[in-house]
């Protein structure tokens, strides 16, 4: 999505870019915070923060992207609040194990599992890049961030992914992003089965 599509501060603009892509961000935001009550949550966060800040919205980036740097603020927000609440968080730090993975769960599971212990930042460049297709200089300037830094996200991403998925006896192929195929068709399935409310 370009964003000279859209004209900062227009109404039915606005309501165009949320038609187009509440799916996608409902999509991104699961495999950051934990459920679709979560997500769909967070997705209304971001739009109410997005429509607050359209009119100085500038078109030098995509919508799209811009729309997905306030949903991963969002979503990193909610995490630390959820993070602070959870006794569970609380059990594990003073040493009990964490309960056994389901062995009747399929890969996509464990890799959106996988994915949400990442932390928002280095979920969130996963999910722009294998998933949206962002290039990592389009990521760097929807997130504000310098390129090189995306790279090396991109690398401490995948190379944390590889090594949860590989002690869950999950193999991933060196040639081929870290499970990107089935994180993308694991995304575009909850994008579709995620309804843009009327």
């Not at 495999?31 to 923060?49: I, K, R, S, Y």
Request: hydrophobic share 40%.
């Amino acid at each position: 999505m370009k964003g000279s599509r859209y004209k900062p501060g227009s109404d039915k603009d606005f309501g165009r870019l949320y038609r187009d892509t509440y799916g996608r961000i409902v999509a991104t935001l699961q495999t950051m915070v934990p459920g679709l009550a979560a997500a769909e949550d967070c997705t209304q966060e971001t739009f109410v923060n997005a429509y607050r800040a359209w009119g100085s919205w500038r078109p030098d980036a995509p919508a799209e992207a811009w729309l997905h740097r306030i949903a991963i603020n969002t979503a990193i927000t909610y995490r630390r609040r959820e993070w602070l609440r959870r006794p569970d968080e609380l059990i594990r730090r003073i040493g009990y194990p964490p309960p056994a993975v389901d062995p009747t769960n399929d890969d996509s599971q464990a890799l959106l599992g996988a994915l949400r212990r990442l932390s928002p930042e280095l979920s969130a460049v996963i999910v722009l890049r294998y998933v949206h297709g962002y290039t990592n200089r389009e990521i760097a300037a929807a997130l504000d961030t310098p390129e090189s830094t995306i790279g090396y996200r991109l690398a401490t991403a995948k190379s944390r992914l590889a090594a949860e998925l590989a002690a869950l006896g999950i193999e991933t192929h060196r040639r081929r992003p870290v499970a990107a195929s089935q994180l993308n068709v694991l995304i575009n399935d909850m994008s579709r089965a995620t309804a843009t409310p009327r």
